[in-house]
């Protein structure tokens, strides 16, 4: 059944590229922001709005991002999917390029309860990022 869509808004207070994702040719948000991943559904939109305390400079006011919502699925499925449609989006912490570093696939479910990969999260994320039950919303 179709919906009107929707539209989710926050402040971005730190940007470092993981949350959203916006590298390799989609936007994800797999981590952070537990009540939009678990609410937002295909067809809505997530505009991600910028703060007066950015790294860059003062952003308030600025759209930093939106994105169209084109799938929704569990951080299960993106783990199992990510290796083969998006190794990108797996963290590679040793390599020189900073969209691999950033990657936002930072649980491993393949034994079952989630292990967290060396990334941009420390463990005191742990239970925002994997809140809300509902993993990546891809546009």
């Known amino acids: 059944m179709l919906h009107a869509p929707r539209l989710f808004t926050y402040t971005i207070p730190i940007d470092d590229g993981a949350a959203p994702n916006p590298f390799g040719g989609m936007c994800s948000l797999a981590i952070c922001k537990p009540g939009i ?21 003062d952003l308030s006011g600025r759209l930093v991002y939106a994105m169209h919502v084109e799938e929704v699925m569990s951080l299960e499925e993106y783990d199992a999917r990510a290796s083969t449609d998006w190794p990108h989006r797996i963290p590679n912490a040793g390599s020189a390029d900073l969209s691999e570093r950033l990657g936002d696939c930072i649980y491993d ?4 309860a989630p292990v967290q990969r060396p ?3 420390s463990p005191e994320n742990r239970d925002t990022d994997l809140g809300g039950k509902k993993g990546p919303r891809i546009a």
């Open 109 to 112: 479910f393949s034994n079952g």
């Open 119 to 121: 990334g941009v999260h």
């Open 37 to 57: 991943r678990s609410t937002a559904r295909k067809g809505d939109w997530i505009a991600g709005l910028g703060s007066r305390n950015a790294h860059s400079g």
